[in-house]
């Protein structure tokens, strides 16, 4: 499937959009989880600091 959204995202308009993995700790287990979004390459920087 990672195979299939890198494919998908080399193609016409969307080079322009980047996948995020950002690390956000849980308030219920206390444990660290992967939080994952498309955004565009502009919209990064917004995505990193928000809390």
Known sequence: MAKKTVATLQTGAS???TKVIRMVKSQKS????F???IVNAEEVN??????
């Open 15 to 17: 080079k322009k959009t």
């Open 46 to 51: 917004d995505f990193l600091t928000r809390r």
């Open 30 to 33: 206390k444990a660290y989880v």
């Open 35 to 37: 939080e994952e979004k």
